[in-house]
């Protein structure tokens, strides 16, 4: 059992504003991500909530109970907000062992000798590593050395694990093992997770929702789909998803109903519905815009499919990849990139046909830079869309 | 990020109190507040202290004040030391001997002249010297490296004074020395002008302070990357291009702070000049302000003295920072590519194998070999032949004495021996457990409080006695105890005193490179799991920093235990005598074999030291 509310927390070092007005709420259960780019704040978010770090603004609190009150100058001690810490350096003491590592907060607990073997014992078998409970850090492998560093923290049955970065250390494919491995853990232990991290792919994966940091502020709270279908702006189109979102200028006409926007591929009208009306649009005025288009969104056909979205293309440079393909196109002046499954052979300059949908196309204002139009998740839009 | 300042929440009672609690509720900020508390007593009050000194009359000093200001009465401010030593009178000459004649030139100039020329020629040959010593033994393939490498910094573990001591049993004169030296007893005249004064203390102190340039370039050099060489030389640059637009150019800044050190160093240098310049009336700055403090009439002459001292070397110190500060750290360590290459010598390596051979010998073999020798002569100057020889000065008793002249048993029959051996060992463990204790915290302090104020005000106070040179630094504390508390004057309690927090810079440094390999996350790990801080620094702190605090702690016993110039003007009490004031007192009497047995005792020791220091990672660079 464990909400977690932050809300209006600034934090300065000397004169540099790092955290601006950060609200952010943690529902019970929840595998949040913070998501970021180097230097955007969201380690030093991890870090207020653990107590590491004491903000000058805000407050915090756990189940309704205060923890941070800066105005009063109340910070809860860390050991008492039933949380723990997995460092991105892993911290283990280099002088305990193992066993010692993961025993060191309960012995400060006053826990009885047998049910302190038990208990590190639990938390080494959770993370299988219990043949190793007598070696010091340095004598495993940092695959082996990042597992101990979360039999430490779950050791405590804590409320709260908050994760910095665990993975950034590990080779490829030990990351995807251990993203596995603490899906398995959140899903067994049912415990609150707050997780850090650059990589947008261990966000997506994992989470349940992303809080996306863009330079001290927090600029979209997401689940994952949420935020890979609709990126609040384009920044964060551009950082989410991989190959890149490809951008396609346009030029917009919103009458305060329905939103047309003209482009190579032709033109489209959307519904009011679907218009993100909070946002700042010119209305009755042509403007310039931003679509938003999925490589993964474009189906690229040899002969004309007779798709009413259809739209006549040139390859331009083609990057078979095994699983998948790379393919470049271009319509017009417009070039933009497609990605298909499996292996597939184009000729340079061949003519293809593409079929597109508007409808899962985000729609961007250029001038603001900001989402105007929202797009469909794959599996609830029709098959015209 | 945006700059803009966080405006402070208005204070309330709830806002004050908790913030009270966070303070207080920290241990690590008492600790920081008691720190700060304790450098402000132990090193600016003193400093202060000294200043103030240098205008007050004493009962000691009044009949010489009011010479100068008259009707000044004991307990009066007054400018008198000031112009005992400046005014205008001193500057008017006697007879036609021009500035000469004056009395400025006779008090200050002379010593100050002689200081800065005995510095000036200690840089020119040492530097060089070293610097070239550094660059074979690291940068080229010259033969049997290994052993070369480990008998270089020998003779710097030899003490200063234990050089001086075994200068003068080869070139001591009966004129001054009552003795004959080895030269004059085997009939070859020795010169006055190379057994004692400027030649004489040059030579021996550039023995010794070689080793700044080849700790500080060797160190520079190891840390070049190689492939800024080779990339020299695939650009078609000769071996000696290289070294000049390359090589040169990068360990440059480490030449520039080898230099600043000795200058530094060699003019605050107490012992050596002190035996090889005051029997011919060769004064330098650090051997008249001890002649000034000597008197309890000149002593605020002395403090003047001191804090000449302590400006000249801080001044050049603090130049050095403003000169090199911003170009010290070149990158040149890169991930790849640090195993250097060797520079093959060719031709030259037998010459220069030769010269660090002779260098060798020299600084090391000679000088152990006469001290050793002359402890077992009987008449010293008289040769090696066996009836010249006895464990006299080692074992023997005053009854039979082989030498009428004797006023001593043999060492291991002196009660003064035992006695000063065990204030040495006292001192030393004493001392060093002390500063290396409080090395960890300020280590501790300094690294934790990196970029805080806090921080960096106890790194600023540290750094202050190491501005100092040791004699004038002694002497800091000397005019506060004889003013303020005579009890201390002479007491173990002040020695101890001024050994402890003159090594606190070095103990400060040792510690925050022991505490920087502590990461923090280590204790914020421990934070988390509920440990607070005592219980951190017992269970990850401590355990973690053992190596380095044990390295340290036998770095800084060594160096206490050698120390002669630091605690030369408290030793007014024989009581109190360690052996290197013990040995420096018998060598000014007629038993030099005796002085040359203790020199030997001490030397054997620092080397013993200093091999088990080097298992844990101590080293004697590190304790410069």
């Given at each position: 059992?464990s909400?977690i509310?932050l809300?209006?927390i600034d934090k300065y070092y000397g004169e540099n504003h790092v955290l601006?007005?950060i609200?952010l709420?943690i ?5 949040m991500t913070l998501?970021g780019?180097s230097g955007c704040g969201k380690t030093t978010t991890l870090r207020v909530v653990s107590g590491l770090e004491k903000p000058q603004k805000g407050t915090m609190t756990i189940?309704?109970r205060p923890a941070i009150d800066a105005?009063k100058a109340f910070y809860e001690a860390p050991a008492k907000r039933g949380l723990n810490l997995v460092f991105q350096s892993y911290a283990l003491w280099p002088h305990m062992t193992v066993f010692q590592n993961v025993a060191f907060g309960l012995k400060i607990k006053k826990m009885k000798k047998?049910e302190i073997e038990?208990t590190v014992m639990r938390a080494l078998?959770t993370m299988?590593i219990?043949?190793y409970r007598d070696r010091y850090p340095n004598e495993l492998s940092g695959g082996q050395q990042q597992r101990v560093a979360i039999a430490r923290a779950i050791a405590s049955s804590p409320k709260l694990l908050l994760l910095d970065e665990p993975l950034s250390n590990l080779?490829?494919?030990l990351?995807?093992?251990m993203?596995?491995e603490l899906?398995?853990l959140?899903?067994?232990t049912?415990t609150t997770i707050i997780y850090v991290t650059h990589d947008?792919?261990e ?10 940091f863009?330079?001290g ?169 | 990020m945006?700059?803009?300042?966080w ?10 109190k908790n913030q009270i609690q966070n303070v207080i509720g920290n241990p690590f900020n008492v600790i920081v507040l008691i720190t700060l508390l304790m450098l ?289 750290s070149?990158?040149?360590i ?98 060093s457990l002390i500063t290396a204790v409080f090395g960890q915290f300020f280590g501790y302090i300094t690294t934790r409080g990196r970029g805080k104020w806090y921080g960096n005000a106890v790194e600023q106070l540290i750094f ?36 402890v927090?003159?090594h606190f810079p070095f103990a400060s440094r040792s510690g925050s490179s022991n505490m920087m390999q502590i990461s923090v996350e280590l204790e914020e790990a421990a934070t988390i799991n509920g440990a607070g801080f005592w219980r951190r620094i017992l269970s990850i702190v401590i355990p973690l920093a053992k190596g380095g605090f044990l390295s340290g702690f036998l770095l800084s ?56 220091a080097?298992?844990f990672g101590g080293n004697?660079?590190k304790?410069?």
């Amino acid at each position: 059992m464990s909400k977690i509310v932050l809300s209006h927390i600034d934090k300065y070092y000397g004169e540099n504003h790092v955290l601006r007005d950060i609200n952010l709420t943690i529902e019970d259960g929840d595998f949040m991500t913070l998501l970021g780019p180097s230097g955007c704040g969201k380690t030093t978010t991890l870090r207020v909530v653990s107590g590491l770090e004491k903000p000058q603004k805000g407050t915090m609190t756990i189940d309704d109970r205060p923890a941070i009150d800066a105005d009063k100058a109340f910070y809860e001690a860390p050991a008492k907000r039933g949380l723990n810490l997995v460092f991105q350096s892993y911290a283990l003491w280099p002088h305990m062992t193992v066993f010692q590592n993961v025993a060191f907060g309960l012995k400060i607990k006053k826990m009885k000798k047998a049910e302190i073997e038990e208990t590190v014992m639990r938390a080494l078998k959770t993370m299988r590593i219990e043949e190793y409970r007598d070696r010091y850090p340095n004598e495993l492998s940092g695959g082996q050395q990042q597992r101990v560093a979360i039999a430490r923290a779950i050791a405590s049955s804590p409320k709260l694990l908050l994760l910095d970065e665990p993975l950034s250390n590990l080779d490829a494919r030990l990351r995807i093992d251990m993203r596995a491995e603490l899906k398995r853990l959140h899903k067994e232990t049912g415990t609150t997770i707050i997780y850090v991290t650059h990589d947008q792919v261990e966000a997506l994966t994992m989470s349940t929702k992303i809080a996306l940091f863009k330079e001290g502020e927090i600029s979209q709270i997401d689940t994952p789909l949420g935020l890979y279908t609709n990126p609040i702006d384009l920044q964060a189109a551009d950082f989410i998803g991989n190959p890149r979102i490809n951008f396609i200028n346009a030029r917009g006409f919103y009458n305060g109903d329905t939103l047309t926007v003209k482009s190579e591929f032709g033109t489209y009208v959307y519904p009011h519905n679907t218009v993100k009306t909070d946002e700042e649009i010119p209305e009755n005025e042509e403007f310039d815009c931003i679509l938003g288009l999925r490589p993964e969104m474009v189906d690229i056909y040899t002969e004309d499919p007779h798709h009413k979205n259809t739209v006549e293309a040139r390859i331009y440079a083609n990057q078979p990849a095994g699983s998948e393909t790379l393919v470049t196109l271009t319509v017009g002046s417009t070039e933009f990139l497609a990605i298909q499954v499996g292996l597939v052979e184009y000729d340079m300059n061949q003519k293809v046909y593409i079929v597109l949908h508007p409808g899962r196309m985000n729609v961007y204002n250029k001038k603001t830079g900001r989402l105007i139009k929202y797009a469909k998740a794959k599996h609830k839009a029709g098959i015209d869309d | 990020m945006a700059k803009n300042r966080w405006k402070r929440p208005p204070m309330t009672k709830e806002r004050l109190k908790n913030q009270i609690q966070n303070v207080i509720g920290n241990p690590f900020n008492v600790i920081v507040l008691i720190t700060l508390l304790m450098l402000f007593i132990f090193i600016v009050i003193p400093l202060l202290t000294m200043v103030l000194n240098t205008f007050t009359v004493t009962r000691g000093s009044a009949e010489m004040a009011r010479r100068v200001d008259p009707g000044v009465m004991p307990g009066d401010y007054s400018i008198w030391a000031w112009k005992f030593l400046f005014g205008s009178e001193n500057f008017v000459s006697t007879g036609n001997m021009g500035l000469r004649g004056t009395q400025i030139y006779t008090n200050l100039l002379e010593p100050l002249f002689h200081s800065l020329t005995i510095g000036f020629f200690v840089t020119v040959i040492s530097v060089p010297l070293g610097a070239l010593m550094a660059w074979l033994l690291v940068r080229t393939d010259i033969p049997c490296k290994g052993l070369l490498s480990a008998l270089i910094l020998v003779p710097y573990m030899i003490p200063s004074w234990c050089k001086a001591l075994s200068w003068l049993s080869v070139f001591r004169t009966p004129k001054y020395g009552g003795y004959y030296g080895l030269l004059t007893g085997l009939g070859i005249p020795v010169p006055e002008w190379l057994a004692y004064g400027p030649i004489a203390i040059i030579l021996v102190m550039v023995l010794h302070y070689y080793a700044f340039s080849f700790i500080m370039v060797s160190g520079a050099l190891r840390s070049i990357n190689s492939e800024l060489e080779e990339m020299g030389e695939i650009q078609g640059a000769s071996k000696a291009q290289i070294l000049k637009s390359i090589t040169l150019p990068l360990v440059l800044p480490s030449i520039l702070s080898a230099t600043i050190m000795t200058i530094s160093k060699s003019i605050g240098t107490y012992g050596v000049a002190a035996r090889l310049g005051n029997t011919i009336q060769y004064f330098v700055m650090a051997t008249k302000m001890k002649y000034f403090l000597e008197s309890q009439q000149t002593a605020a002459v002395g403090y003047i003295f001191s804090m000449l001292m302590i400006a000249l070397a801080a001044g050049t110190i603090l130049i050095n920072q403003k000169l090199i500060g911003t170009r010290k750290s070149y990158a040149t360590i890169g991930g790849k590519g640090t195993r250097s290459n060797l520079i093959p010598l060719g031709s030259s390596k037998w010459p220069m194998l030769i010269l660090l051979t002779v260098f060798i010998i020299l600084a090391m073999f000679m000088p152990l070999f006469f001290l050793v020798m002359e402890s077992f002569q009987i008449v010293p100057g008289k040769g090696y032949h066996l009836d010249n020889l006895s464990l006299y000065a080692w074992i023997g008793s005053l009854e039979n004495a082989p030498n009428e002249q004797f006023n001593q048993s043999g060492l291991f029959r002196n009660v003064e021996f035992f006695r000063s051996l065990w204030n040495t060992v006292k001192l030393s463990i004493l001392g060093s457990l002390i500063t290396a204790v409080f090395g960890q915290f300020f280590g501790y302090i300094t690294t934790r409080g990196r970029g805080k104020w806090y921080g960096n005000a106890v790194e600023q106070l540290i750094f202050i006695p190491y501005l100092m040179p040791g004699v004038a630094f002694a002497a800091i504390y000397y005019s506060l105890a004889s003013n303020y508390i005579p009890s201390l004057v002479g007491s173990f309690m002040l020695i101890l005193i001024v050994s402890v927090v003159k090594h606190f810079p070095f103990a400060s440094r040792s510690g925050s490179s022991n505490m920087m390999q502590i990461s923090v996350e280590l204790e914020e790990a421990a934070t988390i799991n509920g440990a607070g801080f005592w219980r951190r620094i017992l269970s990850i702190v401590i355990p973690l920093a053992k190596g380095g605090f044990l390295s340290g702690f036998l770095l800084s016993f060594i160096s206490i235990a050698k120390e002669l110039d630091l605690i030369a003007i408290l030793m007014t009490n024989s009581e109190n005598y360690t052996l290197s004031f013990l040995s420096f007192n018998y060598s000014k009497e007629a038993m030099p074999q005796v002085a040359d047995a203790i020199c030997i005792i001490i030397i054997a020791f620092i080397l013993i030291t200093n091999r088990i220091a080097d298992r844990f990672g101590g080293n004697v660079s590190k304790s410069m």
